[in-house]
C-alpha cells in the first residue's frame, strides 16, 4: 500500500468513525458451493456435482444416467441410493477469513487514536477469531472430514450442522470430504438393531415400488416412495456449505415473534437472537421499530459459544400496528425491525429484519347444539375459514426447487383464491423462500413436522437428534406470520388409534408409550418452550383437545364433532354430499385423476399411451387408483370409447380429471355451506384443505397441479369454488337449496336461475330469489324450491333434459361466478350433443385469448396448448353461450401460431 493511498484510508476512515461513532466487526462468510468431486464407494464413478445437489442430479448432469423420472428409470436407478458417496473439495483459506497485513497497522493507528487499546490484540491475529464449517442441509448419514481429519457425523437431513474448524485450516489446500451413506442400508440397519419390537410399517406397499424403514432415517418420508410418489432416497449436500469467520460474535438467527396482550391492548415484540460469540462478551443491545416509535435498550452477556437469548419490545400503545391478514382479508404491510449491539463504542452486532404483525388463535370451545367442541382459526381476532390445499415437495431432488417453480405453485395457490396450504409432514420443512413468499401473498400455513403414516423409534440418539431438529425448524420458521400452527405428524394419531398396522393390543400400550414420548414430551414441549405465539397440535387429524383428554391418543381422531379430519371415499358416488363428513376442518380429502397428455409424454414412448400399457399401471402408486378414477368417472358420464388407441388413452386422461374436478367440487361446496350450520351436533365446518396441490413427477395423483406447473381442471375449478363470494345448490329428498356464501363484507344478495336444455343454447326459463343479507363470513340458505315443481313450471324440461345455472347478485351486479347444477348425470341427459367448437387466438396489447364458438350446450369445455406451459383465464367450463373468451397467460414466449397449432378444444360430448 503506497503512503498516499494509506493517508487517504486513513482519513476516511477516521471520517467514518467520527460520522458513526463506533467501528463495525463484520463477520465474513465465504461459500464452499459450486464444483465438487464425487465418486461412489469402488471408485468406479469420479465425476464433478454441484453443491448444493444431490448424487442423482450429478449423474445425470453427466450423463451417466437418463432423467430419472423417464418411464422406469425408478427402478433402473434403485442401486444409486444402495451405494455410499463421497463429496470432495479442495480449497485455500480465503483472504476474506484473514486479516489483511496493510489494513491490520492502519486499523492499529485508528484503535490507538481512539483509544481502543483492548481490540489491538484481537486484530493482530493472522485469522478470524473463530471459523466455522457450516452445513446447512446433509442428506442424511455422513462422516465429515478435514485435511483426513473426521469432524464428525451426521444422521438428520433437517438439522444445519457446523464445526469449528480454525485450528484445522492451513495455508495450502485444505480437502473437505463429506461421505455419505447409504440411506436405503441404514434404515435397514438400524431397523434390526431395534431388536426388541418393530417399528411398522416394515415396507411400503408392493405397489409404492419403494424402499423399507424409512421410519428409522431422518429424511423426507416420501423419498422412499408414497401414494404418489417415486422411490429416490436422494443423497448429498442439499443446502449450502460455507465457512464463517468472526472475531467477536456472529449472528445466526434473529427470530422476531409479536405476542399481543388483550388486557392490556398491548402488543410486546419478542426478539431471540441466537449467538455464536468467541469469548463472553458484553454489551448494549438497542432494539427499535422507528415507525412505531418503539425503540429500548438492554445491557446485556453473551456467553461463550453458541446461546439463544430474548428480549421484549414493548411496542409503544399510542402507535399504529398494520396488521398482517390472510388473502382475501386485507394487506400485509409490516415494520422495519433494527437491532445493534454495541460494546464500548464497537458496533459488534447490527442487523435489519421484517416484522408481521398478527393473532392467531385456535378455538376450541363449547357450541351450542353440540355435544362436541368448535374447531377454527381466528386471525387477529376474526374467524376465518381456511380454503386450500396440501402441500408435498415439489420435486424429488429438492436442488430442482428453484425460485420460480415455488412462485409459480404459491401463485397458482393464491390464484386459486386459497387462503392456506398444509406442508404434510412426509415431505421436507421448506425453505426459507416458500415462507417469506406465503408471508407476501398471505397463504397461512398448517406445518405439519415431518414424521407420517408410522410408528417411530424413540432411542435416545433418535429423540436427541429429532430435538435438535424441532429446536432449529421452529427458530428459522417462528418469525414467519404465515405460519399459524404446528402440528406434530400426519395420521400418526389415526394410526394407532385404528390400528393400521396390527399392532397385537398387548403391545399397544408401548406405542402408546413412544408416540407420546416423541410427540408430546419431546416435540410439543419444544414448541411450547419455543414459541408461544401459535397452537400446536399433535397431530392431523386429531380431536385436538379432546384427544389430549383421552390421553393424546382419542377412541375415534375421525369424530366429527372434534378437531380436523381426513375422509377418502372412493367408492362411494361424490355426487351425492350426504356421503361427506359434516366435520369441522377437512384438512384432507381428495380424488385422483391422471395429468395431461403432454405432461406424460415428457417421460413416456409411444407403446405406453395406452391404458392396458404397463407405464400406466407401473405410474400408479395407490392400489387399484386407475380402476377407482374409472369406476367413480362411470357413475355419472359414459368411458371413453373411441377406437383409436391414442384418442381413447387422451380422452380418458380427460375424463379422469372432469370426475377428479367435479368431486373436489361438489365436497368443497359441502364444506363451504356447512360453515353457519349444526345438524345433529355435526357442522360449523371452517377449513376445506383438499389433498393435494402439486406433484412430485409426472404420474396419477390428487394433485390438482401437474408437475410442471399445468393446472388440471381441479385448479380451474377452485378458483370457482374457493371464490370470496360463491352460491352452491344442491338437492336433498326432492328439493333444491341454494346457499349463499361469503367471505366478504356483509352483503344484500339475491340468487338468479336459469334454466337450459341440453339440446339448446336458448335459455328456457329464469328465476329469482327474493334478496336475503348474508352476513360477512357465513353461509345462508338463498333459496329452495322443489324440484318437480320448478320443472313443470319451466316449459317441458325434466330432470334429463335441463340442467340449472345460477349466479348471487346485489344492486352493484355479479357477485361470484356463475355455477351450475346438473339435475342428472351426463350420462342419462337427453340432449347432450357433440358441440362442434371452433376457437381463434388472437393477440393484442392485453395478450393471448381465445375465441370458442359451440353450436351446442357443451360441459366441461377443455382447453389444452400442450407443451407451452402457461394458463388460461379458465378452464374446463360450461358452454351455454354461442361465444366464448378466454384469456392465456404464456409463461414463456410464444405466437399465435405456435399456440393456434398446439391447441386442442374438448369437451364432454366429443370424447364418444
Ligand atoms: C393421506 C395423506 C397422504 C396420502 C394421501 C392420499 O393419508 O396424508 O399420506 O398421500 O392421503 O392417500
Redesign the pocket.
Known amino acids: 500500500m503506497t503512503w498516499r493511498w494509506s493517508v487517504c484510508v486513513f482519513a476516511l476512515d477516521v471520517l467514518f468513525c467520527l460520522f458513526y461513532g463506533v467501528l463495525t466487526f463484520k463477520d465474513q462468510s465465504v461459500s464452499l458451493n459450486g464444483k465438487w468431486s464425487l465418486s461412489n464407494s469402488n471408485g468406479s464413478l469420479i465425476l464433478p456435482a454441484d453443491v448444493p445437489g444431490c448424487v442423482h442430479t450429478a449423474l445425470q448432469k453427466r450423463g451417466y444416467i437418463q432423467d430419472p423420472y423417464f418411464r422406469f428409470n425408478d427402478l433402473s436407478y434403485r442401486w444409486i441410493a444402495f451405494d455410499n458417496w463421497t463429496y470432495t473439495t479442495t480449497f485455500n483459506v480465503p483472504g476474506e477469513l484473514k486479516s489483511e497485513q496493510d489494513f491490520m497497522s492502519l486499523f492499529m493507528v485508528h484503535v490507538f487514536i481512539l483509544k481502543f487499546s483492548k481490540t489491538i490484540c484481537l486484530c493482530m491475529n493472522r485469522s478470524r477469531q473463530k471459523i466455522l464449517l457450516v452445513f446447512d442441509g446433509v442428506d442424511t448419514v455422513a462422516s465429515v472430514s478435514l485435511n483426513a481429519l473426521i469432524l464428525g457425523g451426521t444422521d438428520n437431513m433437517f438439522r444445519r450442522y457446523d464445526f469449528s474448524v480454525r485450528e484445522l485450516l492451513t495455508d495450502g489446500d485444505n480437502v473437505l470430504k463429506v461421505t455419505l451413506f447409504s440411506p436405503v442400508v441404514y434404515a435397514s440397519e438400524r431397523s434390526e438393531a431395534h431388536s426388541s419390537y418393530t417399528v411398522p410399517p416394515e415396507c411400503p406397499p408392493d405397489v409404492q415400488k419403494g424402499e423399507c424403514h424409512v421410519n428409522f432415517i431422518r429424511k423426507e418420508q416420501s423419498s422412499f416412495s408414497?401414494?404418489?410418489g417415486p422411490s429416490f432416497p436422494t443423497m448429498g449436500l442439499w443446502k449450502e456449505v460455507r465457512l464463517e469467520g468472526f472475531d467477536v460474535i456472529q449472528l445466526i438467527q434473529v427470530s422476531p415473534v409479536p405476542l399481543y396482550n388483550s388486557s392490556l391492548s398491548q402488543w410486546m415484540l419478542q426478539v431471540e437472537l441466537l449467538v455464536d460469540a468467541v469469548q463472553t462478551t458484553d454489551g448494549n443491545i438497542t432494539l427499535s421499530i422507528p415507525e412505531l416509535n418503539s425503540e429500548e435498550t438492554f445491557t446485556v452477556r453473551f456467553p461463550t459459544g453458541r446461546s439463544g437469548i430474548s428480549f421484549t419490545l414493548n411496542i409503544n400503545t399510542s402507535s399504529d400496528v398494520n396488521l398482517w391478514w390472510p388473502n382475501g382479508h386485507g394487506d400485509r404491510p409490516f415494520h422495519l425491525l433494527t437491532i445493534s449491539c454495541l460494546q464500548d463504542e464497537f458496533m459488534i452486532l447490527n442487523t435489519e429484519t421484517k416484522v408481521y404483525f398478527r393473532t392467531v388463535e385456535l378455538v376450541q370451545e363449547p357450541i351450542p347444539d353440540s355435544t362436541g367442541l368448535s374447531f377454527y382459526f381466528r386471525i387477529n381476532g376474526k374467524p376465518i375459514f381456511l380454503k386450500g390445499s396440501n402441500w408435498i415437495p415439489a420435486h424429488s431432488f429438492q436442488d430442482r426447487v428453484t425460485p420460480a417453480v415455488l412462485r409459480n405453485l404459491l401463485q397458482s395457490a393464491v390464484d386459486a383464491n386459497m387462503n392456506a396450504l398444509r406442508v404434510?409432514g412426509?415431505g421436507v420443512y421448506e425453505q426459507d423462500l416458500f415462507y417469506s413468499i406465503c408471508d407476501e401473498m398471505g397463504i397461512m400455513v398448517w406445518q405439519d413436522f415431518m414424521f407420517?403414516?408410522a410408528m417411530y423409534p424413540t432411542e435416545d440418539d433418535f429423540i436427541q437428534t429429532v430435538r435438535e431438529e424441532v429446536i432449529q425448524q421452529v427458530q428459522r420458521l417462528k418469525s414467519h406470520p404465515s405460519i399459524i400452527v404446528w402440528s406434530g405428524n400426519?395420521?400418526n394419531e389415526a394410526a394407532l388409534a385404528t390400528n393400521w398396522f396390527n399392532i397385537p393390543s398387548s403391545q399397544r400400550l408401548l406405542y402408546l408409550k413412544d408416540y407420546v414420548t416423541l410427540y408430546v414430551y419431546n416435540i410439543r414441549a419444544i414448541v411450547q418452550e419455543e414459541d408461544q405465539s401459535r397452537p400446536f397440535l399433535v397431530s392431523s387429524p386429531t380431536n385436538g383437545a379432546e384427544s389430549e383428554q383421552e390421553g393424546w391418543v382419542a377412541e375415534n381422531p375421525y369424530d366429527l364433532r372434534f378437531g380436523d379430519t381426513?375422509f377418502?371415499s372412493y367408492t362411494s358416488d361424490c355426487w351425492d354430499w350426504t356421503a361427506f363428513p359434516r366435520t369441522r376442518f377437512a384438512s384432507?380429502y381428495?380424488f385422483q385423476s391422471w395429468p395431461s397428455f403432454s405432461t406424460l409424454q415428457a417421460v413416456s414412448v409411444e407403446e405406453d399411451w395406452n391404458v392396458t400399457s404397463h407405464f400406466f399401471s407401473h405410474r400408479q402408486h395407490?392400489e387399484d387408483g386407475n380402476q377407482q378414477m374409472l369406476q367413480q368417472a362411470a357413475l355419472h358420464f359414459h368411458l371413453p370409447n373411441s377406437t383409436d388407441p391414442l384418442k381413447s388413452f387422451t380422452d380418458t386422461l380427460y375424463l379422469t380429471q372432469v370426475m377428479q374436478a367435479q368431486c373436489v367440487k361438489a365436497q368443497t361446496e359441502f364444506y363451504r355451506r356447512s360453515q353457519s350450520e349444526i345438524i345433529e351436533g355435526e357442522g360449523h365446518t371452517m377449513g376445506a384443505l383438499y389433498?393435494?396441490l402439486n406433484d412430485i413427477w409426472q404420474a396419477p395423483s390428487?394433485s390438482s397441479i401437474e408437475f410442471g406447473g399445468k393446472w388440471k381442471m381441479l385448479h380451474y375449478f377452485a378458483q370457482n369454488f374457493f371464490a370470496p363470494v360463491l352460491p352452491v345448490g344442491f338437492e336433498d329428498g326432492g328439493t333444491l337449496f341454494i346457499y349463499a356464501v361469503s367471505d366478504l363484507s356483509d352483503l344484500k344478495l339475491q340468487a338468479v336461475m336459469t334454466m337450459y336444455s341440453w339440446s339448446d343454447l336458448d335459455p328456457v326459463c329464469a328465476l329469482q330469489s327474493d334478496p336475503l343479507l348474508v352476513s360477512a363470513g357465513s353461509a345462508a340458505l338463498i333459496y329452495k324450491h322443489n324440484v318437480d315443481a320448478l320443472l313443470a313450471g319451466c316449459g317441458n324440461c325434466t330432470q334429463f333434459t335441463c340442467l340449472l345455472t345460477f349466479h348471487l347478485q346485489d344492486s352493484s351486479g355479479q357477485q361470484g361466478p356463475t355455477n351450475h347444477h346438473f339435475l342428472s348425470s351426463p350420462n342419462v341427459a337427453d340432449g347432450l350433443q357433440s358441440p362442434n367448437i371452433t376457437a381463434k387466438v388472437q393477440q393484442d396489447e392485453a395478450g393471448y385469448s381465445v375465441t370458442l364458438n359451440t353450436a351446442a350446450v357443451a360441459p366441461f369445455v377443455w382447453l389444452d396448448v400442450g407443451k407451452i406451459p402457461g394458463r388460461f383465464s379458465s378452464n374446463g367450463f360450461l358452454m351455454v353461450t354461442r361465444n366464448m373468451t378466454v384469456s392465456f397467460t404464456a409463461w414463456r414466449p410464444t405466437s399465435v401460431a405456435e399456440l393456434s397449432d398446439s391447441l386442442t378444444v374438448t369437451s364432454l360430448g366429443d370424447i364418444y
Open positions: 408414497w401414494d404418489w404434510w412426509g407420517a403414516c400426519n395420521e381426513h377418502y384432507e381428495g395407490h389433498w393435494q390428487w
